[in-house]
């Protein structure tokens, strides 16, 4: 991708990805009360933004209206009205996969060329217009930001912005190690809500662990902050849905891109980064590489812990599965799935 578009691309992604965190933290219930004082309510501003993004594809369809035609089927999507949460993230979902594809048809000579708008006849630049469709979301962000502070929902800094210094890179045989006291600390440290001591320490010994299968798939990644690995997580286009080298339960043949999901693997943060972004950040890379091996489904078993989390990503829980542990209850994860590509309009 040349280089201006790519720096767009790169912060609108990061808008998109802190704005679908935010949606995940809404509380269950009404969502009529206003975000501020004077404003419409919390639903009504869920459905402001997916108009957000709808502005966004309709610049690219302008700019390239021979090679995007199918983009004019997103004006028969209704936006700018009262919605949920799981109906704004299902949306999100939509426009994120068409703005990918707007962006790779996107040269850095476009973005000075000038389209007509309603307001400015003569017409604007398409950075200008870009620019212009961001801001518009970093604002309603804001504003969602402070509805859920005015509700009493422990948000800071970490939620509303990507910190920098996180480097993601693919996972090698050197990782291992350090990968393991990850998921190890990662199990300890933020799954206790959900399981009890027993079932965590049961499934270190027997479902969670490092997959070697994936690392040498190079369907694996790690996220490093100052040389110290913090995340990892990865893909599979094999039959595998969860469990380390360890884990008996193993089926490793192929998926057909066709008519099977991919998998979503192995998604551990640290504790003392949990909640900054890094998990959103492996999530992109991971649908990314899976839509480009031709997948057009992602299915995973999400821990209970991970359940909101991919909820906010626009997943879809399916079913729960029972792990069957030893000396401990079984370990209940839920089958969740998604599509992706501009198919999933």
Known sequence: MAPLCAAVRCKLDEQISRTEHLIGLLPAGPLDDAPVPGAGSAAQL???????????????AAAH???????????????NRAIDPAEA?????VYRAHIDEGFAMLSDADL??????????????VLTLLLG?????????????TYLKLRGIAVSTPDLYCLRGFVLRPASMADVSPVRALIEASVRGLQHADYSAAQIEASLRSV?????RLIADE???VVESAGHIVGCGGWSRRKTLYGGDQFPEREDSLLDPAREAARIRAFFVHPDFARRGIGGMILEACEKAAAEAGFTR???????????????KGYTAREPLRVELPRAEPLVVIRMEKSIGAGAL
Do not use: W
């Open 89 to 93: 993230l299902s949306g999100m979902a």
């Open 208 to 212: 969670y662990g490092v997959d070697t």
């Open 46 to 60: 869920l459905g402001h933004l997916l108009e957000c993004l709808a502005g966004f594809c309709a610049v690219f």
């Open 298 to 312: 992602l299915e995973m078993g999400a821990t209970l812990t991970g359940v909101p989390f991919y909820r906010a």
């Open 133 to 145: 469709n961001l801001e518009h979301l970093i604002n309603h962000k804001h504003q969602l930001f």
């Open 65 to 79: 209206p021979d090679r995007l035609p199918h983009f004019r089927r997103l004006r028969d999507r209704p936006v």
């Open 112 to 125: 000075s060329r000038l389209l007509p708008t309603a307001f400015v006849p003569r017409g604007e630049s």
């Open 219 to 221: 369907t694996y990644y």
